[in-house]
Each structure stands twice: as C-alpha cells, then as structure tokens.
C-alpha cells in the first residue's frame, strides 16, 4: 500500500470557500497527496489566485473540467484523484466526467442534490473503474470509529435507541439576503437539492446514526421545515427514527439554533450499555458499561478496538478526521479496496443520506428507507 505516487485536482476551493483547504491538508497530512490541479472557481481570476494560495502551477489551473481532464491525461504526471469540493449541483456531473476520465474520486457530501442523481452516479461507478469515497467527515474521527467497532464487538449489547444531535446557528439570520455565498447556495433549491438543513447537515447525523450503530434506518417521522421567513428549503429538520432491528432514535438538526456552532454528539444506548460522544472532547469515548461502571476512553488508552493512524492528543479539529479519510481513500486505491462502504463511506452511504433528504422533502408521515 501507498507505494503508488498520487496527484489531485479538486472543483471548487477558491478562496472563502470552506472545504476546499480541508481536502488538501487532509489529502497532504494523510496520504502525502499533494494538490497539483483543479479548477477552484468559475470565475477564472478567482480559481487563478487559489491555485496561488494551493501553490498549484498556473498551467494547471483549468478554465473547466473538460480541459482539465484532457490535459492531465496527456501528462505522465498527470492527476489520478478528484476532490469535488464544489456546492450540491455540480457533484455529480464532475464525478462522471472523472469516471470517464478514470480518475478515483473523493468527492464531498452530499453524494449528489438528488437521489435520481445518486442513482445515475452508482451505475456510473459500477461501469467505470474509479473508486469513489465521500468525505463524511465525523467517521473520521477515531473515537467515533471506536463507538462503531465497540457496537459491532457486542459492547453495549443489542442497540436500542441512538439520539443524534447537530445544531449550528450560523442560519439563524437571512445570510443569503446580504451577499453571503455559502449562505446562498445552501438555500438555493437549484443548487442545493431539495434539502436545505437536512442536506447540509443532518445528513451527518443521519450517517453518523448507521455509521455507528451499523444499522440502517428501516423508517422515519420527519419535520423538517424553513423557521427564518423567506426561506424555501429546511433550515431545522428533526426526525423520529426506525433502526432495522427495532430499535429507536431520535435525529435533530438544525441551523437557527441561535448561538451553536457546530453542537454534534450522539448518545447511543443498548441493553447492555451505552456509549457517548460529543465533539467538543473528540478524543473521549464515554462507555457505560452492563455492571454500570463507566469508562473514558481515549486515545491513550491501552485497549481500544481501533486506533487513529496519526498522533493522539495532536487535536482532533477537522483536519485530522479528513487524513484519517484520506489514508482510507489512498490505501483502497492502492488495492484495499474492501474499505469502501465499510470504515470508509462510499456510494451506497451516499445514496442512502440523499433519500434521506430527498424523502424528507417528498414525503409525509412514516416513511420507510429500506
Ligand atoms: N464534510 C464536511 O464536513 C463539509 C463541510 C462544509 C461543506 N461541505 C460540502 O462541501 C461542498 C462545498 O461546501 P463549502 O462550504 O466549501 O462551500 P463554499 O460556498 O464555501 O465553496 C464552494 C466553492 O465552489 C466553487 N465553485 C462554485 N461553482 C463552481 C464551478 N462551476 N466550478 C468550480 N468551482 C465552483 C466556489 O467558487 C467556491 O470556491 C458542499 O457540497 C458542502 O455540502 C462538507
């Protein structure tokens, strides 16, 4: 493993944008994969002074993907991966001009803006050669990569209700009203989807919620709806949930939660203990045990399942679960391909938060997800 030497591009990233400059430290402090083309923006000034700031050559700095595609194919150094950092719209006609070039793609979420998208994107995927992995970010963090093998290790016993909470307030306000672009493409159906709050960020907490308990949500009862006046698309999105093998759950999120800035935790409990996260101590696992001892886990700690490849107690901000991502990527390119859909999300993860979103905007009452 990693004995192949990788170089990425990435779609969109220019300057202000908030992703971009995750994916390329993530991909350098990872997987040694340096960023060396893209095209950050589609304003052509704006996409040149990113590649500055990257330290990416003018000459790779492409007017468009098309171009950039047939350039890099012609080079011997030319790129093997694509990040897509873009907002929802562009990702899946990015993904398949990639597959088309044969170019592995770890793309952002959501997979797609909607779930017809997601559809076209798997049987594109099965037909190519590309591997595809999706950046959820909070699997990447070790503690919560325990929680899931501590579930999957029988630890807590059958799982019987999960309760996953993201709240962030940055929407509280009409952002989109005075010229914010993040705020204005979140709350844009054309280039959002059709989830607003629910695409952006409760579908952390709904992967979070099968991620960890290994589950899927059989059914859920959504409300979800737009709370600041003028808005068209969810900005607060709660839902009871169904998990397959009866148990409940309860998922909140919501962007006008005044005040949070990125409030994510899960309390998951079985019939034979629980387990607690929350990412303000990231590297703590709160174990409560059958006898009903409690055990802090951490990084250090001698006995863990699984142990995150980077330094412990080095902060866990949103860098490192990105390189814990992207050493996943790289290794299955490099032929463990086996962690796909497995530690690390791919397509089939992708397609099942766009229905969440999606049956959220299209549906009433229970709806079944399986
Ligand atoms: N994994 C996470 O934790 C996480 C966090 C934030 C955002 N995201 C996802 O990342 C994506 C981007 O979000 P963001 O917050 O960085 O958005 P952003 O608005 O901050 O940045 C988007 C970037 O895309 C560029 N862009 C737009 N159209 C383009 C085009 N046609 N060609 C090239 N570039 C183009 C813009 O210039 C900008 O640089 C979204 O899909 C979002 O859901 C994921």
Same mark, same amino acid.
């Given at each position: 493993?990693?004995?192949?030497?990788?170089?990425?591009?990435?779609?969109?990233?220019?300057?202000?944008?908030?992703?971009?400059?995750?994916?390329?430290?993530?991909?350098?402090?990872?997987?040694?994969?340096?960023?060396?083309?893209?095209?950050?923006?589609?304003?052509?000034?704006?996409?040149?002074?990113?590649?500055?700031?990257?330290?990416?050559?003018?000459?790779?700095?492409?007017?468009?993907?098309?171009?950039?595609?047939?350039?890099?194919?012609?080079?011997?150094?030319?790129?093997?991966?694509?990040?897509?950092?873009?907002?929802?719209?562009?990702?899946?006609?990015?993904?398949?001009?990639?597959?088309?070039? =044969? $170019? +592995?793609?770890?793309?952002?979420?959501?997979?797609?803006?909607? %779930?017809?998208? #997601?559809?076209? *994107?798997?049987? @594109?995927?099965?037909?190519?050669?590309?591997?595809?992995?999706?950046?959820?970010?909070?699997?990447?963090?070790?503690?919560?990569?325990?929680?899931?093998?501590?579930?999957?290790?029988?630890?807590?016993?059958?799982?019987?209700?999960?309760?996953?909470?993201?709240?962030?307030?940055?929407?509280?306000?009409?952002?989109?009203?005075?010229?914010?672009?993040?705020?204005?493409?979140?709350?844009?159906?054309?280039?959002?989807?059709?989830?607003?709050?629910?695409?952006?960020? =409760? $579908? +952390?907490?709904?992967?979070?919620?099968?991620?960890?308990?290994? %589950?899927?949500? #059989?059914?859920? *009862?959504?409300? @979800?709806?737009?709370?600041?006046?003028?808005?068209?698309?969810?900005?607060?999105?709660?839902?009871?949930?169904?998990?397959?093998?009866?148990?409940?759950?309860?998922?909140?999120?919501?962007?006008?939660?005044?005040?949070?800035?990125?409030?994510?935790?899960?309390?998951?409990?079985?019939?034979?203990?629980?387990?607690?996260?929350?990412?303000?101590?990231?590297?703590?696992?709160?174990?409560?045990?059958?006898?009903?001892?409690?055990?802090?886990?951490?990084?250090?700690?001698?006995?863990?399942?699984?142990?995150?490849?980077?330094?412990?107690?080095?902060?866990?901000?949103?860098?490192?679960?990105?390189?814990?991502?992207?050493?996943?990527?790289?290794?299955?390119?490099?032929?463990?391909?086996?962690?796909?859909?497995?530690?690390?999300?791919?397509?089939?993860?992708?397609?099942?938060?766009?229905?969440?979103?999606?049956?959220?905007?299209?549906?009433?009452?229970?709806?079944?997800?399986?």
């Amino acid at each position: 493993m990693g004995q192949t030497r990788h170089g990425m591009a990435m779609v969109g990233g220019a300057a202000g944008s908030f992703i971009g400059p995750v994916h390329q430290l993530g991909a350098k402090l990872g997987a040694q994969v340096d960023l060396v083309a893209g095209v950050f923006s589609a304003d052509r000034d704006r996409s040149l002074a990113a590649a500055v700031s990257y330290g990416v050559a003018a000459e790779r700095c492409y007017p468009d993907t098309a171009t950039m595609f047939a350039a890099e194919a012609a080079r011997d150094d030319g790129i093997d991966i694509l990040a897509i950092a873009t907002p929802n719209h562009l990702h899946l006609p990015v993904a398949i001009e990639a597959i088309t070039a =044969g $170019v +592995h793609i770890i793309s952002d979420k959501p997979a797609t803006a909607t %779930l017809a998208e #997601a559809e076209i *994107l798997r049987e @594109a995927l099965a037909a190519g050669r590309s591997r595809y992995a999706l950046t959820y970010t909070y699997s990447g963090y070790p503690m919560v990569r325990e929680a899931r093998a501590r579930v999957a290790a029988g630890a807590i016993g059958t799982v019987r209700k999960i309760v996953v909470t993201y709240a962030q307030g940055w929407l509280a306000r009409p952002l989109e009203a005075s010229g914010n672009a993040r705020a204005a493409w979140r709350t844009d159906p054309a280039r959002s989807g059709p989830g607003g709050c629910s695409a952006d960020i =409760g $579908v +952390h907490a709904f992967h979070l919620a099968e991620y960890v308990t290994g %589950l899927r949500v #059989a059914a859920m *009862l959504p409300d @979800a709806r737009p709370l600041v006046p003028g808005r068209t698309l969810d900005d607060d999105c709660n839902a009871l949930l169904h998990l397959e093998n009866g148990a409940g759950g309860v998922l909140i999120s919501s962007q006008v939660a005044f005040g949070e800035r990125n409030a994510l935790s899960f309390q998951l409990y079985g019939d034979g203990g629980a387990l607690h996260w929350t990412i303000d101590a990231p590297d703590r696992l709160r174990l409560v045990r059958g006898d009903g001892s409690v055990a802090l886990l951490l990084p250090t700690s001698p006995d863990l399942l699984v142990r995150g490849r980077f330094a412990p107690t080095l902060g866990q901000g949103i860098i490192m679960p990105f390189a814990e991502i992207y050493r996943d990527f790289v290794d299955a390119i490099d032929g463990d391909g086996g962690r796909i859909d497995g530690v690390l999300p791919g397509i089939e993860a992708g397609l099942r938060g766009v229905r969440f979103f999606e049956s959220i905007a299209t549906g009433t009452g229970w709806i079944d997800l399986l």
